[in-house]
């Protein structure tokens, strides 16, 4: 068995819910805000499944994935809460009908990005006995998708008139809530609220209206609405500096391994691909089955370091496909077979995904959804 895994500790998850849960009802103890919980890729690569399993059963309102496959995935395994899904509807091999039904059957709800989406989900709609919901997607600033804020007012109207969808919620996506500086995540909210306040006067109003992300959870409280969608923050880590230590957070992963292999190594030297490593003395190194082909980045190299036996040792030498290797130093004491924590925190020990993600110009985002398919998903405390 490869002793490389990725232990995934549900009581931290529960933790970081119960954390995202205070710091909203403090903000708003009156008001029942609903949280989505975002789980795309792959529950930013913690395992969509049993994530998702297990942010049911802490009582999450709404999941949101990014396109239908992960939400057909998905409903297979959660029967009742509504599922988001944020992508567009693209186009299907299959035909127009058919795909409808299949998207209807699996009782998803689509994001509406364009009139024409809202048409053709409306077109074939027809026959089904309850109306597909669907939530309005309105882009302030964010320029990725979304109907124009500038004319969404018109376009909204028109989609208010079709008979055979439900306009459930509507939504907008900050662009920079992990900063500190609000400004220009304000003025979204401000555009948004505005034709909020337009669509209200005309007589439109949505059940469901949210926007804020992880950043916003933590640092914009006009953004709350009465849904939020935090992705990042249920996983542990903060979405930028700006926001940070506005809750206590625990990461959810630790990504580990074993030591497999130990040799001793003489002064000058050389260790792995490309010879970047030179040993300035003879020492001990420890080899680690865990590399680029696990998400363990290459651009780490002689950057790391990974925590044995509640000490923390130098990785050296190039970063390759399957293997890292530490600098024990000159006498050591440790087995192999002995635990190696690569990214996580243990015992006090933080080598979190934003601290590691630092070293190699990377984002926590991508430390995690980085974690490969072949690196096995422990769950701990389910
Ligand atoms: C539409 C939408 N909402 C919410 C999120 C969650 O973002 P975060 O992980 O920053 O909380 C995402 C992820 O990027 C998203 O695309």
């Not at 989406?117 to 027809?126: C, E």
């Not at 920079?176 to 003025?187: A, C, M, W």
């Not at 601290?355 to 985002?365: A, E, H, Q, V």
Request: glycine share 8%; net charge positive.
């Amino acid at each position: 068995m490869n002793p490389t895994r990725a232990e995934i500790d549900f009581a931290k998850l529960a933790f970081n819910v119960e954390q995202i849960r205070r710091h909203i009802h403090g903000e708003y103890p009156k008001r029942k805000i609903k949280i989505c919980g975002v789980v795309k890729a792959n529950a930013y690569g913690h395992g969509i499944e049993e994530v998702s399993k297990k942010l049911v059963d802490l009582g999450i309102d709404f999941l949101g994935v990014a396109n239908y496959d992960e939400a057909i995935r998905l409903r297979k395994l959660i029967p009742n809460t509504p599922i988001l899904v944020f992508g567009t509807l693209i186009h299907s091999k299959l035909e127009p009908a058919k795909y409808v039904s299949i998207l209807h059957k699996h009782n998803l709800t689509a994001t509406v990005a364009s009139y024409d989406t809202a048409k053709f989900l409306n077109d074939y709609s027809r026959k089904f006995k309850s109306k597909f919901k669907v939530h309005i997607k309105v882009d302030t600033g964010m320029r990725r998708i979304g109907l124009d804020y500038k004319g969404a007012f018109k376009t909204i109207q028109q989609i208010a008139a079709l008979k055979n969808i439900e306009l459930e919620g509507i939504f907008t996506h900050f662009a920079s809530s992990e900063e500190k500086n609000k400004t220009f995540s304000k003025l979204q909210l401000k555009r948004f609220n505005k034709l909020l306040g337009e669509l209200k006067k005309a007589g439109i109003e949505f059940p469901i209206v949210h926007s804020a992300n992880s950043g916003a959870v933590l640092d914009l409280k006009g953004s709350y609405f009465n849904m939020v969608r935090p992705g990042l923050l249920l996983y542990g880590y903060y979405p930028g500096n700006g926001v940070r230590n506005k809750i206590k957070l625990k990461p959810i992963m630790n990504l580990k391994s074993k030591v497999t292999f130990i040799k001793k190594i003489e002064a000058r030297e050389s260790v792995s691909y490309g010879r970047k490593y030179f040993a300035k003395q003879n020492e001990f190194i420890g080899s680690i089955p865990i590399g680029y082909g696990d998400g363990y980045q290459r651009l780490l190299t002689n950057k790391a370091r990974v925590l044995i036996n509640k000490k923390l040792y130098r990785q050296i030498g190039a970063v390759t496909m399957d293997w890292i290797m530490a600098s024990l130093g000159k006498r050591y004491n440790i087995k192999i077979g002995d635990d190696v924590l690569l990214m996580g925190e243990e015992n006090g020990n933080y080598l979190g995904a934003d601290k590691l993600g630092k070293l190699c110009g990377k984002i926590p985002y991508e430390m995690i959804c980085a974690v490969a398919d072949r690196v096995e998903r422990v769950y701990l405390n389910g």
